[in-house]
């Protein structure tokens, strides 16, 4: 959506395409994108990893537009799809093509990264991130390091406090005993 519209391809009667791949590099879907008031329509053809045959699709994506503080607006699709029955209509910035239809992350079911991560190499890595961002070697067996200059106590309290946090739910990780 951001990029569509830096690229001013969201005024009404503007037609469109792209297309993408799957990791191997074979071409896997297209889409053709017409723009219209209040929306865009999706015309585009998907096959399963295995099937042969394309399939076509037509869907019509509602946009919804929200006023900036500082001037402008940005506009947001509005997932369409219906999920165990109901209209989601959730307001989001990208749409993913995981299925059938296009629809948000929620509706598709789809994860980011990190909360596919173990619960160690979450405390880790946020461990070893306040450690960096207090100037310090991202070494969970060295000392924490002590206040830097120029920065607030309760802002240091509050990371050291979560360092804490990140680096026992690390070692619990490690040990076995996590909890989420």
């Not at 395409?17 to 015309?43: D, F, K, M, Q």
Request: net charge positive; hydrophobic share 30%.
């Amino acid at each position: 959506m951001r990029r569509w519209h830096r690229e001013g391809r969201l005024a009404d009667g503007q037609f469109f395409s792209c297309s993408w791949t799957h990791s191997s590099g074979e071409r896997s879907g297209s889409i053709n994108v017409r723009t219209e008031p209040g929306g865009v329509v999706l015309t585009y053809q998907t096959r399963s990893w295995q099937a042969a045959e394309w399939k076509p699709t037509t869907q019509r994506v509602p946009i919804t537009w929200t006023d900036c503080h500082f001037g402008g607006r940005r506009p947001w699709f509005v997932c369409s799809v219906y999920r165990d029955g109901r209209y989601c209509g959730r307001r989001v910035a990208v749409l993913y093509g995981a299925g059938t239809y296009f629809a948000c992350r929620r509706c598709h079911g789809l994860a980011y990264a990190s909360q596919q991560e173990p619960v160690r190499e979450r405390g880790f890595m946020k461990a070893q991130k306040i450690l960096t961002r207090l100037g310090a070697k991202p070494d969970l067996f060295e000392p924490f390091p002590e206040k830097p200059r120029r920065m607030h106590r309760r802002t240091y309290e509050r990371l050291h406090h979560a360092y804490q946090k990140a680096r026992e739910r690390c070692i619990q990780g490690i040990l076995g005993h996590h909890r989420r």
